[in-house]
C-alpha cells in the first residue's frame, strides 16, 4: 500500500527566511507526486506533479524536487500569504490506477 | 480560470437521513472523483468515475454510497442513510486526461451528522 509521510508537522518562518518542506513516500512504481497547498476550510489547490527521480519544477517562491524516496518544497523568501497547509500526494503502480494517496500535510506559518 | 464547484458549502442533517452532495466539475473534464477529510485527518480517496461508470472505488466507499452523473454538468455523491462518522469534509476533483494527470478540487462541503 502506498504511504506518505510529511515533515515538519508544522513550521513557523519569518518573512523572508528560506526553508523545506518534507515529502517522504513508499510505492511500488511511482506514477506522479503531487503538491497541493490548502487554506482553512478550502479544497486542495494544485501546485506541482513531478513524475520521475530529478525532475524540479518552480512557480514564484515554490520549488519542488524529487528524489527516487522523498520530495522537497522549497520556499524561497517566504511571504505571509505562503502561509497554508501543503500536502503531498502519490499515485503509484501496485493496483490503484485512480487514487492519490495524501500524507497529513505540513501547516507553514509565515510571520511578517 | 474555470474551477469545480460545488453546493452546497455546509449540510447539516440528522443520522439515517439521506444527503446528496453535487458538484460540477471543469467542462471539459472526463474525470471525476470523490475524496473526504475527517476533521485532522488526512484527505482519503472515496471513488473515481469515467464513462458514466465508477472506475474505481475505496473500502471506504461501500452500499451506503453511490455516485451518479445525471446530465453533462453535475456529478453527486450520495449517503442513503448517514453515520455520525460520516461527518467530514466532502471534495469533488476533476481531471482533464487520465492518471497521472492532476486532478483539481473543488471548495468542499461540509458535512454534519448529528
Known amino acids: 500500500e502506498d504511504q506518505v509521510t510529511q515533515s515538519p508537522e508544522a513550521l513557523r518562518l519569518q518573512e523572508g527566511e528560506s526553508s523545506s518542506l518534507n515529502c517522504s513516500y513508499t510505492?511500488?512504481?511511482?506514477?506522479?507526486l503531487f503538491w497541493y497547498r490548502q487554506d482553512p476550510g478550502k479544497g486542495p489547490e494544485f501546485l506541482f506533479t513531478?513524475?520521475?527521480a530529478g525532475e524540479e519544477k518552480e512557480k514564484e517562491r515554490l520549488k519542488a524536487t524529487l528524489t527516487k524516496k522523498e520530495s522537497f518544497l522549497h520556499i524561497t523568501a517566504p511571504k505571509p500569504e505562503d502561509s497554508a497547509t501543503y500536502l503531498c500526494?502519490?499515485?503509484?503502480?501496485?493496483?490503484?490506477?485512480?487514487?492519490?494517496?495524501f500524507g497529513k500535510g505540513t501547516l507553514l506559518t509565515v510571520n511578517p | 480560470e474555470p474551477e469545480v464547484t460545488q453546493t452546497p458549502s455546509h449540510q447539516v442533517t440528522q443520522m439515517g437521513q439521506e444527503v446528496i452532495l453535487r458538484c460540477v466539475p471543469i467542462?471539459?473534464?472526463?474525470?471525476f472523483y470523490w475524496y473526504r477529510q475527517i476533521l485532522g485527518q488526512k484527505v482519503e480517496f472515496l471513488v473515481s468515475f469515467y464513462n458514466n461508470e465508477i472506475s474505481e472505488k475505496s473500502e471506504i466507499f461501500d452500499d451506503q454510497f453511490s455516485v451518479e452523473r445525471p446530465d453533462g454538468s453535475n456529478f453527486t455523491l450520495k449517503i442513503r442513510s448517514t453515520k455520525l462518522e460520516d461527518s467530514a469534509m466532502y471534495f469533488c476533483?476533476?481531471?482533464?486526461?487520465?492518471?497521472?494527470?492532476?486532478?483539481?478540487f473543488g471548495p468542499g462541503t461540509r458535512l454534519t451528522v448529528t
Open positions: 500526494a502519490v499515485l503509484g503502480s501496485g493496483g490503484s490506477n485512480y487514487k492519490l494517496t
Open positions: 513531478l513524475y520521475s
Open positions: 476533483a476533476s481531471s482533464e486526461r487520465s492518471p497521472p494527470y492532476e486532478q483539481y
Open positions: 510505492v511500488s512504481g511511482l506514477r506522479g
Open positions: 467542462s471539459n473534464h472526463l474525470y
